[in-house]
């Protein structure tokens, strides 16, 4: 069974930046779309920016866009969520997921039902 472990959380001040990646654990991720999710205290998981499995279409939420960048390595084994510019509400436990594909070389979907491999979550907080 898949497996993802995010990295790369931690404390931040406003305006600060940070990398969060997500690895496969045996697994390569070529046939997999994957999506950055995250939940904040009393609200629900919300979808933050997602990838096609090639890589070659993304999406991201309004809050994050010109902020955020997903981006997915040569090997295609881990994935990475580079946040810049980042401000108190953008703190929140962060989960990366994956949705295998065979043939929709471009979906990508940042919708919770859509994901069935989950990894453990990784906790941003930006404050100063």
């Known amino acids: 069974q898949l497996q993802l472990v995010e990295s790369g959380g931690g404390l931040v001040q406003p305006g600060g930046s940070l990398r969060l990646s997500c690895a496969a654990s045996?697994?390569?991720?070529?046939?997999?779309?994957i999506g950055w999710f995250r939940q904040a205290p009393g609200k629900e998981r919300e979808g933050v920016s997602c990838i096609s499995r090639t890589g070659g279409s993304t999406n991201y939420a309004d809050s994050v866009k010109g902020r955020f960048t997903i981006s997915r390595d040569n090997a295609r084994t881990t994935v990475y969520l580079q946040m810049e510019s980042l401000k108190p509400e953008d703190t929140a436990v962060y989960y990366c997921a994956a949705a295998p594909v065979t043939f929709a070389r471009y979906w990508c979907s940042m919708m919770t039902h859509d994901f069935g491999s989950w990894g453990q979550g990784t906790q941003v907080t930006v404050s100063s």
């Open positions: 045996g697994f390569t991720l070529d046939y997999y779309a």
